[in-house]
């Protein structure tokens, strides 16, 4: 089978040939991201292999199609960047549902120890053999609330990783996990009653720009936001205005909404362009990390097997477990009332 890769990194060419050694596939590894420009870079490809900030829409489908690409293997568990709707009767599309949870989790808790104990500022001052420590109070997270908004593997990893530290813990999922029990609140209570909000949902029309003006404004005065879910989760300028606004006390954000054209790229020569992102990475009391919370050796290895697992899987039978599918409208779930098969 012949794959073409694009937005690759050296990680994940290192981990897909490590792990595909002597599997029957021809790889071919771009660096370009996946856009109507570079789509023809797949011609000869039986499938396309993508990442979070590939585009995907409707034109690309079609030019995939009519490449003779059949299928499209994204190396990451979030689909907001794929027409699904569009790729039904054309191109199977697969996804990594769960590479390693606790990659993120433990990520989102160290961006979180790191800002409220002043860490990456201790850092920085030692360095310069500055030993004062005037401005560096944090604050305990034992005996803290923390919401925690979506319920799945990560979010379970981190509700996990805050037991540990004696929080209290509240939660919001569209789709209670009946086995949590009686955590779960309506998202205005989680707002109104959190001092620290995580995000670990995915993006859709419903959960797009969950935090906005509106919702701010019902948040605790001096709350923290994690997010290392999806970037338009957030609203960025209501963001910045709500901590210009002392109503937010910090954020610490792996995903930015606009990140598409500036994560994983080296612009430390360059002017940034994007105002927004440029004002919040100004803040004393923000941390942004680029969309780094999955990068783990553990990750990687399981992003390439199941990733590889879906494309063999789909080869053999005609159908994989992890198949997207937009028949009936519940993408993740539909295809097993049809023998598990999409189209």
Known sequence: MKITFFDTKPYDRASFEHIG????????????RLTLDTVELAKGADSVCVFVN???????????YEL????????????????????????????????????VAEHAMAML???????????IRTRDFNFSLNNLTGFDLHGKTVGVVGTGRIGRAFMDICRGFGMKILAYDMYPNAELGDIYVPLEQLFRQSDIISFHCPLTKKSYH????????????????????????????ALLEGIKARRIGGACLDVYEEEADIFFQDYSGHILSDDVLARLISM?????TSHQAFLTEEALNNIAETTLQ?????????????ELCYRCGNIEQCRKARNKKCF
């Open 284 to 288: 004393p009391n923000v941390i942004v």
């Open 113 to 123: 120890l790191t800002s409220v104990r002043r860490i990456h500022k201790a850092y």
């Open 210 to 237: 969950m935090v906005n003006a509106d919702s701010i404004a019902q948040m605790k005065k001096g709350v923290m936001l994690v997010n290392t879910s999806r970037g338009a989760l957030i609203d960025a300028e």
């Open 310 to 322: 879906n494309l063999e899987q789909f080869t053999a039978n005609g159908w994989c477990d992890n």
């Open 21 to 32: 050694a002597d599997r029957g596939f021809a790889f071919k590894f771009y660096e370009s």
């Open 68 to 103: 003779g690409v059949r299928s499209i293997a994204l190396r990451c568990a979030g689909y907001n960047n794929v027409d699904i709707a569009h790729c039904f009767g054309k191109l199977h599309v697969f996804h990594v549902p769960a590479y390693s949870p606790y990659a």
């Open 54 to 64: 590939d585009t995907v829409d409707a034109p690309v489908i079609d030019r995939l």
